[in-house]
């Protein structure tokens, strides 16, 4: 029977996959997407003789899993499983399990450098220099003392209140299922936008929180204001972002994550010193991956033994 990945993350540790599956009188497969993910059409494919699947972001509905009779178990590589259609699954028997709890200390060890590359003209500098060679002392903003909004108070955000903390940070924060806590103080979304210096967007993907951040939002925006995003790109808009930045509206924006992945960028965005990217890293290191990898390799060990 076939034990097949389709996320990238999984060849870091490959042979600890393969031997679990010889030993076990399985195989293993590894398929990787060319972009972020599969569509559903492409898993429709993929899925149709594997047994158990190891996924990442790719679209799992009731056409992904319709011609995968022998498919009963998918195991989402990290926590976020907002690109599976439970009721597909639960109807053709299918258990969907994740590894939540593990990513979020790396993804706010990866937000702390965020803030202090942008608010500290890191990027800049090292633009100016390299392609126009100026010698650029334009003064950046400290991280101390600064009032940092989430959207989002789950384990990432936890994670990021308590790394901020030592910078003396006064951390709030908006989530309809979370209380106020030793971490952050809850608020109500205008009063998050009105007092954050950055404003980092860590929620899950949902109705509610299709396109949070809009143009209606950024008005309420506090001066001067940072704006990460290292959740699901809907999000936000992602036009309304843009012009806030060219408007003056929003000083600075940092995208870990698109609508579209990879995304298509207007050249003025990438010419742009106060708005940033990466490729939907934040919680890709070596350390993060084995960690997920190893906990992957535990859940296999109890659904084929």
């Known amino acids: 029977m ?43 494919e993929i899925l149709k003789d594997c047994f158990i699947a190891i996924v990442g972001d790719d679209e799992i509905d009731s056409n992904a899993i319709e011609n995968a009779n022998s498919l009963k178990h998918i195991i989402k590589w990290g926590s976020g499983t907002d690109s599976i259609d439970f009721e597909a699954t639960t109807a053709m028997g299918i258990t969907v399990t994740n590894t939540p709890g593990i990513l979020g200390k790396y993804v706010a060890e990866y937000v ?42 789950g384990n990432i955000g936890k994670e990021i209140g308590n790394l901020l903390s030592i910078f003396n940070c006064k951390i709030i924060f908006y989530d309809p ?65 843009f012009n806030a930045v060219k408007n003056k509206k929003l000083k600075y924006l940092f995208l870990d994550v698109f609508n579209s992945e990879p995304p298509n960028l207007e050249n003025y965005y990438v010419k742009n010193n106060h708005i940033n990217f990466s490729q939907h890293n934040a919680s890709n290191s070596y350390d993060a991956i084995e960690e997920v990898n190893m906990k992957i390799v535990e859940l296999l060990k109890d659904l084929i033994s």
């Open 2 to 44: 076939l034990i097949l990945s389709t996320t990238p993350r999984t060849i870091q540790n490959l042979n600890d996959f393969e031997k679990l599956a010889e030993d076990s009188n399985y195989t293993f497969s590894q398929i990787n997407p060319i972009a972020q993910q599969f569509g559903s059409n492409e898993m429709r």
């Open 112 to 153: 702390l450098g965020i803030i202090i590359s942008t608010n500290r003209n890191l990027f800049e500098y090292s633009n100016t220099l390299k392609v126009n060679n100026l010698w650029n002392k334009t003064p950046g903003s400290s991280l101390y003392g600064k009032t940092v909004g989430l959207i989002g108070f």
């Open 177 to 241: 299922y979370v209380q106020s806590n030793e971490i952050g103080i809850k608020v109500d979304l205008t009063s998050l936008y009105k007092n954050s210096d950055i404003l980092i967007i860590s929620a899950k993907l949902s109705s509610e929180t299709l396109n949070i951040v809009d143009r209606k939002a950024i008005n309420n925006f506090k001066e001067n204001c940072l704006l990460i995003n290292i959740s699901r790109g809907p999000l936000l808009n992602e036009e309304d972002v």
